[in-house]
């Protein structure tokens, strides 16, 4: 089992505090409970049909979460060091999940399983708190991001993105443009264009 580091707590740290008043103590109670795992370029750590049961946290490199509708693959998370993610659907009914979660470049993610976060909110009060801010701010992204999609004009939608998803001018500086463009549902020209109209009015 792969070590975890001071720099890995201090991420775990950072996103908590960003949505909540916590201590480094707080955080310090998880780390019995936490694990790390890598994954080379292109390894899936998640695929269509496993359950999901972990709550993970990208420490290194970039995860992509999508699915595929009508032969298509249509993204539905990008996870980027700091960044949390699941397949909620999967891990909260316990069931397989219909997503594929691929690391797009070397990862490295540690995560918490299923019954330890059961058993932090039962014996914590407060992790189960600070969880509950965590996943009231999950809703939220996930919320601004099906308003973005509502748009059919292309320039509101880009523009919705970079002022509304915490996390756009990350994205534009660290992921691969065509996922970016799918994350928006945007062809990969007309994700250019707008993007490039974008840049020229900064």
Same mark, same amino acid.
């Given at each position: 089992?792969?070590?975890?580091?001071?720099?890995?707590?201090?991420?775990?740290?950072?996103?908590?505090?960003? #949505?909540?008043?916590?201590? /480094? *103590? !707080?955080? %310090? =109670?998880?780390?019995?409970?936490?694990?790390?795992?890598? $994954?080379?370029?292109?390894?899936?750590?998640?695929?269509?049909?496993?359950?999901?049961?972990?709550?993970?946290?990208?420490?290194?490199?970039?995860?992509?979460?999508?699915?595929?509708?009508?032969?298509?693959?249509?993204?539905?998370?990008?996870?980027?060091?700091?960044?949390?993610?699941?397949?909620?659907?999967?891990?909260?009914?316990?069931?397989?999940?219909?997503?594929?979660?691929?690391?797009?470049?070397?990862?490295? #993610?540690?995560?918490?399983? /299923? *019954? !330890?976060? %059961? =058993?932090?909110?039962?014996?914590?009060?407060?992790?189960? $708190?600070?969880?509950?801010?965590?996943?009231?701010?999950?809703?939220?992204?996930?919320?601004?991001?099906?308003?973005?999609?509502?748009?059919?004009?292309?320039?509101?939608?880009?523009?919705?993105?970079?002022?509304?998803?915490?996390?756009?001018?990350?994205?534009?500086?660290?992921?691969?443009?065509?996922?970016?463009?799918?994350?928006?549902?945007?062809?990969?020209?007309?994700?250019?264009?707008?993007?490039?109209?974008?840049?020229?009015?900064?």
């Amino acid at each position: 089992m792969h070590t975890i580091t001071e720099s890995d707590i201090n991420l775990v740290y950072n996103l908590f505090s960003q #949505i909540t008043a916590v201590t /480094k *103590a !707080d955080i %310090e =109670h998880m780390l019995v409970y936490l694990k790390k795992a890598k $994954y080379e370029k292109n390894e899936k750590i998640l695929d269509v049909g496993q359950t999901e049961t972990r709550i993970n946290f990208v420490t290194q490199g970039i995860v992509h979460m999508y699915t595929y509708i009508d032969g298509e693959d249509f993204t539905i998370n990008i996870s980027l060091p700091g960044m949390l993610f699941n397949s909620l659907d999967s891990y909260l009914l316990t069931k397989p999940a219909s997503v594929i979660q691929k690391a797009i470049s070397d990862v490295e #993610i540690i995560f918490l399983e /299923k *019954a !330890d976060v %059961e =058993h932090l909110m039962r014996k914590n009060n407060t992790f189960c $708190y600070a969880y509950a801010k965590l996943f009231e701010y999950v809703l939220s992204v996930r919320e601004q991001r099906t308003l973005m999609l509502q748009y059919k004009d292309a320039s509101k939608r880009f523009n919705h993105f970079i002022n509304l998803i915490p996390e756009a001018k990350l994205y534009l500086q660290e992921v691969p443009q065509k996922l970016i463009a799918g994350y928006l549902g945007l062809a990969p020209e007309t994700f250019c264009r707008v993007k490039n109209q974008y840049l020229k009015g900064q």
